[in-house]
């Protein structure tokens, strides 16, 4: 009985053994697939950027990135290929794609909307991936271009920050943020005012020039604005906090007046 037992548990542990050993190649072969998969892609990514480039030059349309677009927003949006994606070096076939054409003109703007929202995601990007690819120049490049939707620009803005926080050593959270203050009273807030008057009155007096009909009503436009500095919680009350102590004390003593002569009036009837 006791030699069964040691029987039972010797093939146990040979079966444990060989369970553990062929997850072992089944996880090297998936990884060993990846890396075919994700590189091939890269080489066809390369391979689309230099055709379109070689049509652009030729006066031709460029359409060879887009035909592949599906197949690489596929890879990029696995996560399982995160791996796969950095020892490939895909990131290098991404910055190809956003780069401008021969003729100075921007890649199509379906190429720019799949890409950075995918990019903002890739929580795996850190310097040493970046230096490698050179991702961040070409990202950098579309914070400052002018021929960039707004949209892409504030896309682009969002990685440059999110990407520098490290190198800075600047946090995330927004409890360890500093904001600055708008400055209060003393602090220059007259002259500052005035400026900012004078700059809508130049501004106005600007558009009413370009205006063809001087008699026309113009339609209000939309206009969004950025903000880095946070007003004060009591701006614009520390000046009338003399006048409202006035006012309270002038209220107090005729309410005084008006009860003594109430109790005059009282007394006398």
């Not at 006791?2 to 998936?30: E, P, T, Y």
């Not at 887009?66 to 890879?75: A, H, I, S, T, W």
Request: net charge positive; aromatic share 4%; glycine share 4%.
């Amino acid at each position: 009985m006791a030699l069964d037992m040691r029987f039972d548990a010797i093939l146990k542990s040979k079966k444990g053994n060989r369970q553990k050993r062929k997850r072992k190649d089944d996880d090297d072969v998936l990884d060993k697939y990846a890396d075919e998969e994700v590189s091939r892609l890269r080489e066809a990514m390369l391979a689309a950027a230099a055709d379109d480039e070689q049509a652009n030059k030729e006066k031709l349309p460029a359409t060879s990135k887009l035909r592949l677009l599906p197949q690489v927003m596929e890879v990029l949006r696995k996560t399982s290929l995160a791996q796969s994606i950095i020892d490939n070096n895909l990131l290098e076939g991404v910055r190809r794609w956003l780069e401008p054409l021969p003729d100075h003109s921007l890649p199509a703007l379906d190429i720019q909307k799949e890409f950075f929202p995918i990019l903002k995601k890739m929580d795996f990007i850190d310097t040493n991936v970046l230096k490698e690819s050179k991702l961040g120049r070409i990202i950098l490049f579309y914070t400052k271009c002018k021929r960039v939707t707004p949209d892409i620009q504030r896309a682009a803005n969002d990685l440059v920050s999110m990407w520098s926080r490290p190198i800075i050593k600047r946090s995330a959270s927004y409890r360890d943020r500093i904001i600055p203050l708008a400055p209060g009273d003393g602090e220059g807030s007259t002259s500052r005012g005035g400026e900012r008057l004078n700059a809508i009155l130049a501004r106005a007096k600007e558009s009413e020039k370009n205006r063809t009909r001087k008699n026309a009503v113009m339609i209000p436009q939309s206009q969004l604005g950025s903000y880095t500095v946070a007003p004060r919680s009591n701006a614009g009350l520390s000046k009338n906090n003399m006048a409202v102590d006035v006012d309270i004390q002038r209220r107090k003593q005729n309410q005084e007046r008006l009860k003594s002569l109430t109790r005059k009036m009282t007394g006398k009837s």
